[in-house]
């Protein structure tokens, strides 16, 4: 009589889940990968859908296309209402799953401290909607400026500011800067470049805080070049009506704020309440299991929080210990035991801040300039999921390189822009 198979429910398609759900064994695992999406994408080129150097499409990419020759995988629609550990039951916005063991993989969410109306009056990169949603703004705000006959209204139509130096905001900062220094003269001939105002803030001392110090010089200098104005040490208080608030008190108008100041774990209701740890992760031990919960709720990528010595407040919120976790579980997993703990392997950090300038701390060494700016663009192009994928962003980063010129910065309104929804919703 043939052995059933485990049934294993993964709350996310992000880079654990995909992982995870591909490497266990098809002979001992049914794997059911819950998703609000029907695809995977990259979040690490968003800022390039914002910047309207890419289209949506080029970075995502169909789960069930993805998974149609693993029999023993399938695809469920939908947001995760309540976890019950004890039932063991997953409940979604269409179905309730059964399983014998649970892994939320579910990522992060944009953290606003706290800080009222930032959710509903910034934009962000996050997911792939909202960077399409940014990119629709963007747009907008230069497409109003052009007929605008008022230069005080048409500079302050102009007006963006980038909350936080991180890659995400370093990332996002360059593309605008570029937009400013190479676009405008040549798609919007009724502006100039001094009608733009880009500021970058953040609130430590430097950009790129992971990162090395010369990288973290480049990614400045970087950004300066490219007209971007920075700003450290710099901390803000609240955003209303447009005008933003800073720390010192006083007060300026930016049209736009893109907010990509910090994360948090994702939401997964039902998770025991001291299994919760800082900024909304789920604490786990050495193996991924789930504080408290023993072998059946497990948790990986950014929503985890596995507290080491060398990462005293957990690993960092990016694709790589995302990756590394996913396959470790799977490893053990598959041998059936629990004796192969995580260790995580830093292969380093980049950021590209535009044309030819990116920053890399690999290991023993730190690159920056266009040979950073090419291991970038090959690295990040090798970890897109499908050969038409690569193929089309290859094919926009080169027009775009030889001629400074995209033909997608088309204003795509839908009837109405997606609610801004979490996993709970």
């Given at each position: 009589m043939e052995k059933s198979k485990e049934k294993i429910v993964i709350i996310g398609g992000g880079f654990a889940g995909i992982n995870l759900s591909r490497r266990l064994n098809p002979d001992k695992f049914e794997v059911a990968l819950v998703d609000r999406n029907n695809f995977h994408c990259f979040p690490p080129l968003f800022y390039q859908v914002a910047s309207s150097a890419l289209v949506s499409a080029n970075i995502c990419f169909p789960f069930r296309r993805e998974f149609r020759k693993n029999r023993n995988i399938s695809y469920?629609?939908?947001?995760?209402?309540?976890?019950?550990?004890?039932?063991?039951?997953?409940?979604?916005?269409?179905?309730?799953?059964?399983?014998?063991?649970?892994v939320m993989a579910a990522g992060s969410a944009s953290n606003y401290f706290g800080t009222p109306n930032l959710d509903k009056e910034t934009f962000g990169i996050k997911t792939v909607a909202q960077a399409a949603h940014t990119r629709d703004e963007i747009l907008d705000r230069f497409e109003r400026a052009a007929i605008c006959r008022d230069p005080e209204q048409r500079r302050k139509l102009l007006s963006f500011l980038v909350v936080g130096g991180g890659p995400s905001g370093v990332e996002i900062a360059g593309a605008l800067g570029e937009m400013k220094k190479y676009i405008i003269r040549k798609e919007y001939p009724e502006l100039s470049p001094d009608d733009v105002t880009i500021t970058l803030i953040e609130g430590s001392g430097s950009l790129l805080g992971a990162m090395r110090p010369i990288s973290r010089e480049k990614a400045l200098e970087g950004l300066r070049n490219l007209m971007v104005n920075v700003r450290l040490n710099t901390m803000l208080k609240g955003y209303d009506e447009k005008y933003v608030t800073f720390a010192d008190g006083h007060k300026e108008y930016f049209e736009t704020l893109i907010w990509t100041a910090g994360v948090r774990g994702e939401t997964m209701p039902g998770i025991p309440e001291a299994a919760i740890g800082h900024g909304g992760r789920i604490k786990v031990d050495?193996?991924?299991?789930?504080?408290?919960?023993?072998?059946?709720?497990?948790?990986?990528?950014?929503?985890?929080?596995?507290?080491?010595?060398?990462?005293?407040?957990?690993?960092?919120?990016?694709?790589?210990?995302?990756?590394?976790q996913a396959r470790n579980l799977a490893r053990n997993l598959n041998d059936g035991h629990f004796r192969h703990p995580f260790r995580y392997r830093d292969k380093g950090s980049m950021a590209t801040i535009g044309r030819n300038k990116a920053v890399a701390d690999l290991k023993g060494f730190s690159m920056h300039g266009y040979p950073a700016w090419l291991v970038w663009m090959l690295i990040h192009l090798l970890s897109i999921l499908g050969m038409r994928n690569k193929l089309s962003v290859l094919t926009n980063w080169f027009w775009n390189y030889l001629f400074f010129n995209t033909s997608l910065r088309l204003l795509l309104r839908p009837t109405r822009y997606p609610a801004r929804r979490h996993w709970a919703d």
């Open positions: 469920h629609l939908g947001h995760v209402k309540m976890i019950d550990p004890e039932a063991r039951t997953v409940t979604t916005s269409y179905e309730t799953l059964t399983y014998d063991r649970l050495e193996y991924n299991r789930v504080a408290g919960c023993g072998d059946t709720l497990f948790a990986i990528g950014d929503i985890a929080l596995m507290e080491t010595e060398d990462y005293p407040r957990g690993h960092p919120q990016m694709a790589q210990p995302a990756i590394q």
